[in-house]
C-alpha cells in the first residue's frame, strides 16, 4: 500500500495545566488556549458565512464542508451544533475532513470533555469513533441529517482521491511554520480541484506565504481581523475556474427530477443498505422482496464472518474493504451484542508457509488495532482452544447474524416492505421504471435499485453484466461443554463462530456448477473437513470424527460474485449505445470522447457482493446514495470506478482493439 506504517500513528499528545491538547508530533495546539470555541465560530463558521447560508437552505438541500485537520473534532462539532440551530428540516450537512495522526478515543473523549455545551453532539461521535482505519470513512449521524466523511492519511494523499464539490473549506491543520509539509501549492491546487464558484475558504491563519500560494490556486483571499492575540486571519473564496467532470463514463448522472421516491428490488444486505440510506436523505423507498420476509437467501445465515481479505499494496478491493468494515462495524454498535453480533474477534490463519508470508506483509503496513499477528501460543491464548499455528488476529471484527442487520436497516418508516412480490419485468413508462409480474403492476418511481443478487440478470437493461452464482453450504454444531471456550472466530480454507444461541457455524462449501439449495450431506462432510484443518482439538470437541454429515443441520444460498471480486455498484447504461458512443475506444484506448454516457436513467445496482457482503453491501448503499443526492463519495474515485457497473463495458471495448 502506499502508505507506510509512519502515517499509521495516532496523535500523540501532552495536556497543559488548563487540561488542553497539545500535540507533541507538531508542538502545537490543537485549538487557542485562551478561546477555543469562539475561534472556530468566527475563522470557520462566521468567515465562511455559514449562519446566513444554513439558514437559507431549501428541504432536500445540503452543504458541504471541507476540512483539513480534524483534531479533536470541535470545528466539526461546532458547525453540526450551527447547523441544527440555523437549518430547516430536511437539509443535511455534509462534513469530509481529513486526519494523518487520529486521537485515540480516550483522548478524544477527554478533549471534548472541555466544551459541555457540545455535548449533544460529542457523545454520538464518541459513540461511532470506532474501526477508523486509513483510508475513507463514513459516520452517519442524527438519522442520517449529518454525514462525516473521515480521510484518515495524508491530506494531499486523500483529498486527491475525493469526488465531492465542497462549499466550504477550513484551512487548520496546525501553524505553517510548524507544520510546513502540509500547507503546500500541490494541496491548494487539490482544494481548488474540488471547489466550485460559490465556494469559501476561512483559515486561522495570516502567513503571506499561504495567502499568495492560495491566490495562485484560484481562491482569492484577504486579510480580516483576528480574535484575541490573533491580529489577523485569511478569508476568501473560490474564484478560479471549476475543474469539469471525469470521463464520461464515469461522469455523475443527472440528478433524476421529481419526488424523492425509489423502488429497490431485493431485501439481502444489499438492499436493505441501499433503501437505508436513501431513507436517511430524506428519500421514501418502496423495498419488494419475493420471499415472505427480508434476509431469506444469501444474507440468511445464522452467522456471517467479519472477514477482511486484505491486500499489502493498496489495491482498491483492499481499500474497499477497509472502508466497508470501518461503515458495518459502525451501524453494529447499534445491535445487540451477543445474539446480533459478537467483536469476539477473527484469527486468520497461517496455514501453509504462503500464507504466514502474506500475513507477515500486512502486518508490516496496517496499524496493529486493525490486525496483528500472534504466534501459536498468543494466538490459542486467544481463541481459548488449541491450533495448529499462529495466525493474524483482527481484534474489532467477529460475526454477524445477518438478518439482524438486515432487520436494522430496513426497519424505518419511510421504507415500504412489500413481501411476496417477484418483479418479472422493468417497463419504462415517462419519466418512471415500472415493476412488473406478468400482468400485475407491483410499483413504481423515478429511480430504481436493482438488489436483487444475480436475479438481476433477469432483466434486459443488466443481463450484460458478468454476474456468476456460487452456491455455497454452512453446517450448524451443537455447542459442546469444550466448543463452548472458543472464544474467537477461526478462519483457515473455512471458519468456525463462537457458539451462537449455542449452536456454531461452520462454513462454507463452494460449488459453481450446482442449483440445488437443499442441504446436502457431501458439502456438510466438506465443512467437518475445513474444521479438522482449522483445528483438530476443536473439531473433537464438537464430535465431528463421529457426527454423520446426513444428520447434520445446515444451509445453502447462492454467493454472487464477479469476475474481479469487487461489487458492482452504481449507475447503470444502455449498453448498445454505450457501445456505440465509445466504439473509437477499440482503436485508442486512450481517446475520451464528448459524447456524454446514455444512462438509462435513474436505474441503478448494487449486486455482486460475493462471499464478503457483511463488509461491502452496507457502504455500497452509502455509495449509490452519494450518487443519487450529488455528495461527497464515500470512497475513493479509484475505488468508486472499480465497482463501477460500466467498466466491464469499456474493458470489453478496449480489448477489442484493432
Ligand atoms: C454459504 C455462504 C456463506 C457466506 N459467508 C459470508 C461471511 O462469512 N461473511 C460475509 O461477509 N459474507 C458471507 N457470504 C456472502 C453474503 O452472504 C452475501 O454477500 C450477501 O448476503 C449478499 O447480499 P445481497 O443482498 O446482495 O444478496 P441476497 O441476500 O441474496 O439478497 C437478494 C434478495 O433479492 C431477492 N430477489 C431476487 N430476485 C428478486 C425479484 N425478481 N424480485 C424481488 N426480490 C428478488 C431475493 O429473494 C433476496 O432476498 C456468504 C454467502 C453464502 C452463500
Ligand atoms: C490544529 S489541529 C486541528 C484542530 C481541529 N480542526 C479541531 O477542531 O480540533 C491540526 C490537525 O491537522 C492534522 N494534520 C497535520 N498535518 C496533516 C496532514 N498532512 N494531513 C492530514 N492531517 C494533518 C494534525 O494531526 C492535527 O490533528
Known sequence: MSDTSDTHQQASLDWDKQGQPLSSQFADVYFSNENGLEETRY?????????????????GEQLVIGETGFGTGLNFLCAWQLFEQQAAPGTRLHFVSVEKYPLSRADLQRALALWPQLAPQAEPLLAQYVALHPGFQRLVFAGGRIILTLLIGDALELFGQLDAKVDAWFLDGFAPAKNPDMWTPELFAELARLSKA?????????????RRRLNEAGFKMKRVPGLGKKWEVLKGGFIGTPETADKPWFARPPQPAGARHALVIGAGLAGCATASSLVQRGWRVTLLERHAAIAQEASGNPQGVLYLKLSAHGTTLSRLIVSGFGHTRRLLEQLHRGTDWDNCGVLQLAFDAKEAQRQAQLAAVFPADLLCALDKTAAEEQAGITLPAGGLFYPQAGWVHPPALCALLSQQPAIQLQLHQEALELRREGDSWQAWNGEQLLASAAVVVLASAAEIKRFPAAAQLPLKRIRGQISRLPATAASRALSTVLCAEGYIAPARLDEHTLGASFDFNSDDLTPNSADHAGNLQLLEEISPELACALNATTLAPEQLQGRAAFRCTSPDYLP???????????????????????????????????????????????????????????????????????????????????????????
Open 198 to 210: 460559490s465556494t469559501t475558504l476561512g483559515t486561522f491563519t495570516s502567513t503571506g506565504y499561504v
Open 43 to 59: 475563522v470557520f463558521l462566521a468567515n465562511n458565512q455559514l449562519p446566513e447560508r444554513f439558514a437559507a437552505l431549501s428541504a
Open 568 to 658: 458492482i455498484v452504481g449507475p447503470l447504461a444502455d449498453a448498445t449505445a454505450f457501445a456505440e458512443a465509445y466504439a473509437v475506444l477499440g482503436k485508442d484506448a486512450r481517446q475520451v470522447p464528448d459524447a456524454p454516457c446514455p444512462w438509462l436513467d435513474g436505474l441503478y445496482i448494487n449486486s455482486g457482493h460475493g462471499s464478503r457482503g457483511l463488509i461491502t453491501a452496507p457502504l455500497s448503499g452509502e455509495l449509490i446514495a452519494a450518487w443519487l443526492n450529488d455528495e461527497p463519495l464515500p470512497v475513493a474515485r479509484d475505488v468508486a470506478q472499480a465497482c463501477h457497473p460500466n467498466r466491464f463495458a469499456l474493458r470489453a471495448l478496449i480489448r477489442n482493439k484493432t
